[in-house]
């Protein structure tokens, strides 16, 4: 199976600052097949990227993912407090279907 | 709008089974692919399987994990799809999700069921 492994496990930061959270992939993830999601406590999680670079309907535009192969990345520019989160990619290329570990953006 | 809807959690002893339900509405579901996602508590996320649309051939994939203890199932007359979970132990406790799949990955999320696996 493909073990993606995400960067840094936890990312301190301030409202205004970009974060950038990286995902790296075991192996090529087939047709850059690569998501992310975005989960606050108590909630459940959200898609935010899907095909490695297109948000998904009501992201707004300061998200954007790039990559391909095994590297992947998702910036996040002047963070709002609401963005605040727990940020998992997924591989969804092939079988069986792998999340990562997470990224904890945190103030 | 799209909801879904799961139930059927709660706290069940090691060994025993359980079904969760998913009720799905506000899209055509006999279109969608549909997958359970399910997370312990305070850890990360973990993929269970998914139902392929029955034009698809409404054949179904899980995780290793689950393989032989947990069947996937739908009933596209009523916009259910179900998790079968036989044998249960303790390292099955999580909350589960029920999600559309969209070409793999999940547009949308229910709010999840909690499953306690414990004597």
């Known amino acids: 199976e493909i073990v993606l492994t995400q960067s840094p496990g936890t990312l301190s930061l301030s409202s205004g600052e970009r974060a950038t959270l990286s995902c790296r992939a075991s192996q090529s993830v087939n047709s850059n097949y690569l998501a992310w999601y975005q989960q606050k406590p108590g909630q459940a999680p959200r898609l935010v990227i899907y095909?490695?670079?297109n948000r998904a309907s009501g992201i707004p535009d300061r998200f954007s993912g790039r990559g391909s192969g095994t590297d992947f990345t998702l910036t996040i520019n002047r963070l709002e407090p609401e963005d605040f989160a727990v940020y998992y990619c997924q591989q969804y290329g092939t079988s069986p279907l792998t999340f990562g570990g997470g990224t904890k953006v945190e103030i | 709008e799209v909801q879904l809807v799961e139930s059927g959690g709660g706290l069940v002893r090691p060994g025993r089974s359980l079904r969760l339900s998913c009720a799905a509405s506000?899209?055509?579901?006999?279109?969608?692919?549909m997958t359970w996602v399910r997370q312990a508590p305070g850890k990360g996320l973990e993929w269970v399987g998914f139902?392929?649309?029955?034009?698809?051939?409404?054949?179904?994939e899980n995780a290793a994990s689950v393989r032989d203890r947990f069947t996937i199932s739908r009933d596209d007359s009523k916009s259910i799809v179900y998790l079968e979970m036989n044998s249960l132990t303790t390292e099955d406790t999580a909350f589960y999700y029920c999600?559309?799949?969209?070409?793999?990955?999940?547009?949308?999320w229910g709010q999840g069921t909690l499953v306690t696996v414990s004597s």
């Open positions: 506000g899209f055509n579901f006999r279109a969608y692919a």
């Open positions: 095909g490695t670079s």
């Open positions: 999600t559309r799949s969209a070409a793999g990955y999940a547009d949308y």
């Open positions: 139902i392929r649309s029955n034009p698809d051939g409404g054949t179904t």
